[in-house]
């Protein structure tokens, strides 16, 4: 195990193996984007070298893409697999309706799209990201660069009227650039209040012209992991509340950890 693996670090690891634990053969898998949807990339590689388990993925970004083939995940379009299994992906907040914050890695629309052409989506993440009402995280929305600062006016303007904006609506930079997506998007950031109704905010912000789509992913979660750095993990369903709070088993290991080495 790396030395300085941090506790953040161990608790996305042990959500990653949790949720690649869900995965049969023969699923079609969306693969999400971020540091934590990385160790789900790494633990279901390990499960094709040593088990040789059948799947195939579709990434939700370049990023994953290109680690996927990396470790030899046989990866596809959305549009040849049409219709997936199961997605896991990260997010930035999870609430108590699961209802999530997503985009901080600026892949929201591939990722939105995918988990909505998902027969179930779990979603992992460290304990920090379980929190009471979304918001503290600053919300993602992807606009078209064309007359984008007239976008940014009208949602700053919506934003206003329903009295969540807590400072101003951010353009995200790639250092003295506009961040570009992987749909040659740009990104806001919106800095709010914590959001009362997510459910109303994420329909009316769609409504503005420009905005292509934003992170409030609404009913679309069905199960959370959220990993501790000692190793245990809490699993959520939007069915069944937390069904789940214990330690990642692994085979004949004192260190949960011990096997970081090989993936
Ligand atoms: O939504 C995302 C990317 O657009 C990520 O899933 C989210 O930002 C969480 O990232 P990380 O796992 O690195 O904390």
Redesign the pocket.
């Known amino acids: 195990m790396p030395a300085d693996l941090s506790p953040i670090d161990k608790a996305?690891f042990v959500a990653a193996r949790r949720a690649v634990g869900y995965v049969e053969n023969g699923m079609k898998l969306g693969l999400?984007?971020?540091?934590?949807?990385a160790w789900m990339v790494r633990c279901l590689a390990e499960r094709i070298r040593d088990e040789g388990l059948r799947v195939v993925g579709v990434p939700t970004s370049t990023r994953t893409a290109e680690l996927a083939r990396q470790l030899g995940v046989p990866v596809t379009s959305l549009d040849d697999a049409k219709w997936l299994d199961l997605t896991i992906?990260?997010?930035?907040e999870v609430d108590q309706g699961l209802n999530l914050i997503?985009?901080?890695?600026?892949?929201?629309l591939q990722?939105k799209i995918v988990a909505t052409a998902s027969d179930q989506m779990i979603v992992i993440?460290d304990w920090a990201k379980d929190v009471a009402q979304l918001g503290a995280f600053p919300l993602p929305v992807e606009v078209i660069p064309f007359g984008w600062q007239t976008t940014k006016a009208l949602v700053e303007e919506l934003l206003v009227s329903l009295d969540v904006l807590s400072h101003d609506v951010t353009l995200r930079m790639n250092g003295d650039r506009p961040l570009v997506t992987d749909e040659a998007n740009y990104i806001l950031d919106l800095h709010l209040r914590r959001i009362g109704n997510p459910r109303q905010l994420a329909m009316v912000l769609n409504q503005i012209p420009g905005v292509v789509e934003n992170?409030l992913f609404i009913d679309i979660c069905d199960i959370v992991i959220f990993g501790h750095s000692d190793g245990r993990v809490t699993v959520r369903d939007i069915n069944e509340g937390t069904v789940e709070d214990s330690r990642v088993l692994m085979a004949g290991e004192d260190n949960i950890f011990a096997d970081l080495g090989d993936l």
């Open positions: 996305k999400g984007t971020g540091s934590t949807a992906d990260g997010a930035d997503k985009g901080g890695g600026a892949a929201l990722e993440a992170g």
